[in-house]
DNA sequence: AATGAATGAGACTTCATTCAT
DNA sequence: AATGAATGAAGTCTCATTCAT
């Protein structure tokens, strides 16, 4: 065998075996976000989440530290991917009305295809014991939406279009609660999807609205 | 002795073992109160409430049948009191404006004087395992104070105070949203009582204010 | 019910369950005596020692932090058992060689009594794992055993029937060697008693012996 | 190529793979005898081993069938690395008195160099599970040792320079008990090796020395 | 009514060993 | 020969609940 062929055989398995590495600590994400979202933390053991990734039980505590740490691993793939497609979709928006309806869509939108884990990964460590050290980076997605909407709202009392009384923080909370309607869940009977985010967005609009500003924060 | 002094005797005896009955609970729900709050529902034990409350072990399951018994007591007793002190200051505003505000406060003081108690009885079962037949109790808080806000804007919108192309349920429930802020309690830095309040409060009411009502809502 | 005779019955009833509190204790302590000493700490289960003392697996944690705490336990038991047994012989002994002899014979009988205790409990913390804080307590005894001989030793010397060119805390520690081979127990085929104890105890004597002593240490 | 060249380069093929074979053996083995001396038996995983060897988890089991294996092969390592050095030195030894000083010195030497290796060696197997059916190797090192100085004893009581009451394997196996005194380690503090070696020497020759042999036994 | 010792199912985690590559 | 991902039996410990006193 050739130097060069040893070196890419080598490479070939050392492919394979990333790629199985991989593959595993997919499965076990994929099976811990269901069962993390279809039973809660507590009433999901290591072994079910195992067992259904198809992998013995030792294997989790290769690629997760213990429960808490696949945890934290479900939270923030979670919100990694809402707030990727936040972001997205507000890259195409130019209005605040379309910020405030795509961020209200994507929102509802994912969480129609995954029932439960915005509402699982919002609610965060706050299920774990009290005693997190890390709490830091979960937190930080909700203060870092609230922060998001702090900066479009101070944009917008510059532009003259956001009423200039307003603290944007306290308001851009406060605009991140009524966003977190859509996930909430409870209820599916709020009528179809157009007539409950039109509702919502007139709703922040309205209480964004500076009076000068007319149509504008639309138009 | 009498007929009438012996019932009289008994009378007294089963009124002194009643009341120490209603002690012995009153001090247990104190004691369950606290350590949930404090550490949540699952790092809580039975023998912990018993020991902080005084009683011997055993003593818990005389008055919860389990600890989610103990725990619903709990969150019911806690929404009872918010709601208790809401309905109390509700019954004195005359105009949204200070219905809004008055709401504003009464959570957040209670928020102040009972901290985590607001967010722990919010979270509610959520953190109890996943059976929940009982979530129709716990749930019903979130759903009736939404409830309320809903009829309040019915009778805004009939009284043209209102934008009417409102649909009060989901605009009920964002308003509610939006006065859960003052209980998350995460920020203490949000600025004073007052400023905090006010901010809360016109986004709310502007929100709702139907173009033609003037300052109505707040006169 | 008297005031006296309630109190008597809580006495009774306080008496009662401490005195099953300590039984409770006791058998643990014999069942992980046994089985400490017939199978090593590493193959003994905490499991395997509750049903051996006849209790349910979690009373064993009532009554020991740990399976460390139950080790440390057991060998301060067996030491202190010893070590109660040696004292109570050197109090009557009035010369070396009847110290020396005594205190090889109540080895040897505790060891021929208590197969395997001795030598567990002079191993002590060694089998456990590494990480001893506690290690103080476990070594002590056996530096507590080689201080006393160097007590001896020392006083030996300025009666001058020792030598005096001896260190007595290196030559202490000697000694304590030589009559840890009693409780070694790997040979059972030493001979009789007599025979034994007899040959260790003159090699002692006659090491220590000053050259002017003659027959002093044994007279 | 030549047949002979073939068989020269299969052969050298063949040898360069024995020493690969010895190499990686040679460094799991050096491996597992710092391990275990630092952690003990069971707190050494064979992955452990593996890994400060350099080399794969599987390897282990291509040069150990199993942990006791390596642990076995550890101690007869130890054990057979003393011995040697003890050996050589005795045949050099001319008096009895260079012989016990020379013992001290070389364990007391290895020791130094070594720390641990011979107390866990002499520990030998009782860390290992109870199922010593492979005990004869390990326990036989100790009898080996205590049956050599039998052999040095019942030659100095032919000679007249012993006591000849004296049950040469109890002596013996008290002598090797003092010996392993330098291996012990618990004391840094016994004052600089010529003191501690001459105070231990001293005393086992004036144990064993008969009166009749004046300064024989060192001369 | 009150107590607290006792219980044992079950949770989380480790680790010696195997095996496909 | 070498690798390291995978395995699952087994270990330690917890805790909601019961029951004899």
Not at 137 to 144: A, D, F, P
Not at 147 to 155: G, H, L, N
Not at 199 to 206: A, I, P
Request: some cysteine.
């Amino acid at each position: 065998m050739s130097t060069q062929s040893k070196i890419d055989a080598i490479d070939s398995r050392g492919a394979r075996q990333d790629q199985r590495r991989t593959e595993s600590r997919q499965r076990l994400l994929a099976a811990a976000r269901q069962l993390f979202v279809e039973r809660g933390y507590h009433d999901t053991r290591p072994q079910d989440i195992s067992r259904l990734a198809g992998v013995g039980h030792g294997t989790f505590y290769l690629y997760f530290s213990d429960k808490q740490a696949c945890f934290r691993a479900f939270v923030e793939q979670a919100q990694a991917e809402v707030d990727s497609l936040i972001m997205k979709r507000l890259a195409v928006c130019r209005t605040h009305e379309e910020r405030v309806y795509g961020v209200l869509e994507v929102s509802m939108d994912f969480t129609k295809a995954n029932p439960g884990v915005l509402k699982a990964a919002w609610a965060g460590h706050q299920l774990m014991s009290s005693d997190d050290s890390g709490s830091a980076t979960s937190l930080s997605i909700v203060e870092q939406w609230a922060e998001r909407w702090a900066e479009v709202i101070t944009r917008g009392q510059k532009a003259g279009l956001i009423w200039d009384d307003y603290d944007p923080k306290i308001i851009g909370y406060a605009v991140l609660m009524v966003t977190s309607v859509v996930s909430t869940g409870t209820r599916e009977a709020w009528g179809d999807k157009e007539h409950f985010l039109t509702n919502l967005t007139r709703f922040v609009l309205r209480g964004l609205a500076a009076p000068g500003a007319g149509g504008a924060l639309s138009s």
